[in-house]
């Protein structure tokens, strides 16, 4: 081939590549347009209990999952170029954080539970939530659900979305998302949310809600630690502390434990919290927050303790469930009262207690099976007697009861390592002061656990001579002497 030859079938092949390009660039979609479809929505809260959403400056107090909130809101559903797009079909409404109970269409709009269906790419009504706090944003997500009446697809065993497909109806198909699915196939997932809803964050009484459990149930949450509130340590435990708010002490439920596994480092009581949120969690009753984050504004030596002072649990309070509930995990104290007489090792026999002779594990496994009719009739014998403490209870957690005669509770004192409780039996105590610790099992379902030997005052080794304030009592000082000061 002569060089004039190579030259032309040279240009051939690169004139013959152009042109593949030209197609390969042309089959992208420059000449069709952007693409279409459902890409995402645009989600807006208009009103909120018939008002204007509230400005973040002026939030909404938390809804503590007692109360209902109204929002008005529109749905439009957009296209990649965030052009309104054609789409007909249901949407999944939720409110992070808190729940949706159900929701309401306007005009021919149709709702079921929590979903509302969009007609030319549009949907209006308002929704119904609850257990709302923070900043809260309503969500829409396109799940590929479409209701239906008769027959769905997703409750008929037939298989609906193809041979490639061998899985069949609500549940086993993934597609489907209830059992009334009149579609085996799954939605975009294309979602959108809301700007957010101004509430405030909750406060520690809010943690609490008001009753036996907290409405906020595994939720990971920061606690409103901001003014008025004022959050201060009250007891610094072997795993986690305890704080209560200042600010919450007219109504009660003002006080929270932070489990935190271990002794919170360079932590001390008077001192206050600027910043604390985790998990909340309802251990046998006994509201916690896990997984403690927070930030310590640290009280000097010379500064005023903020400690309030114990409450004082008499009879009545002791009997009012409501009332011990209020003080949950605060600080408390009991007088006039004694250690249970009948309080020791060796095991009861036919119900009958005796000064050494308190222990229900009668068959020696280390433990009191109720399941047993022997052992658990002792058990519940030795609660209704108010001379009557447990032994397998005091061996296993360090709790044991005292009285005044009539009324009881359990108190623990494991912190005063120089006082024996059980060579102290029917002995009088001047007075137990410490948090208040709720377990759900048995009877007895108050413990009130002291947090250092100042807290427990009697005469023997080991005790304090008289009650000291809250100001003074385990309060530990921070100077600039000490081993555990920061050093940058």
Not at 4 to 16: G, I, K, P, S
Not at 77 to 97: H, I, K, N, Q, T
Not at 432 to 438: A, D, M, P, Y
Request: hydrophobic share 35%; glycine share 12%; aromatic share 8%.
């Amino acid at each position: 081939m002569t060089a004039r030859a190579r030259r032309r079938a040279a240009l051939t092949a690169v004139a013959a590549i152009s042109g593949m390009v030209a197609a390969s660039l042309a089959g992208c979609g420059g000449d069709g347009g952007p693409p279409r479809g459902v890409s995402s929505f645009w989600v807006k809260v208009e009103r909120v209990n018939g008002e204007a959403p509230p400005p973040a400056d002026e939030p909404l107090p938390a809804n503590r999952g007692d109360t209902v909130d109204t929002w008005r809101f529109r749905v439009e559903a957009r296209d990649p170029a965030g052009r309104r797009a054609d789409f007909d079909g249901m949407v999944r409404l939720s409110v992070e954080p808190g729940a949706v109970i159900d929701v309401e269409a306007d005009g021919e709009g149709v709702a079921v539970g929590r979903n509302v269906r969009l007609r030319d790419g549009v949907a209006v009504g308002a929704v119904h939530v609850t257990a709302v706090y923070g900043p809260a944003r309503l969500w829409a997500e396109d799940i590929g659900y479409l209701p239906a009446r008769d027959r769905p697809a997703c409750s008929n065993g037939v298989n609906d979305d193809g041979p490639g497909d061998v899985l069949i109806d609500f549940p086993a198909d993934p597609g489907c998302a209830f059992a009334d699915d009149d579609t085996e196939e799954g939605g975009t997932f294309s979602a959108g949310a809301s700007e957010p809803v101004a509430y405030a964050l909750p406060r520690i009484a809010d943690v609490q809600g008001g009753g036996s459990t907290t409405p906020y149930p595994f939720e990971g949450i920061q606690i409103n630690t901001a003014a008025p509130q004022r959050v201060v340590v009250t007891r610094v435990a072997s795993d986690g502390f305890y704080v209560t708010d200042l600010a919450g002490q007219d109504g009660g439920y003002n006080h929270l434990f932070a489990f935190n596994f271990n002794t919170p480092a360079n932590m001390r009581v008077c001192d206050r919290l600027e910043y604390l949120a985790g998990t909340v969690n309802e251990f046998f009753g006994f509201t916690e927050l896990s997984f403690p984050s927070y930030e310590i504004a640290r009280a000097e030596e010379g500064e005023a303790c903020e400690v309030p002072e114990p409450a004082l649990l008499d009879a009545q309070t002791i009997a009012d469930a409501g009332a011990m509930e209020r003080l949950e995990s605060g600080l408390v104290r009991v007088e006039g009262v004694h250690i249970s007489k009948n309080f020791g090792p060796r095991p009861a026999r036919d119900n009958v207690f005796g000064p050494d002779q308190s222990s229900c594990d009668l068959n020696g496994d280390g433990q009191v099976d109720f399941e047993s009719p022997a052992e658990g009739r002792c058990a519940n014998a030795c609660s209704r007697d108010p001379e009557c403490s447990e032994w397998t209870s005091y061996s296993a957690r360090g709790n044991y009861k005292v009285t005044d005669g009539s009324t009881m509770i359990q108190i623990q004192t494991g912190t005063v390592s120089d006082f024996d409780p059980t060579s102290h039996r029917g002995r009088e105590l001047g007075s137990v002061t410490g948090t208040l610790r709720n377990f759900s099992g048995g009877s007895l379902n108050w413990t009130v656990e002291a947090r250092c030997p100042d807290d427990l005052v009697c005469d023997a080794p080991g005790c304090a001579p008289v009650a000291k304030t809250s100001k003074e009592a385990c309060v530990r000082p921070r100077s600039l002497n000490d081993n555990d000061a920061e050093t940058n």
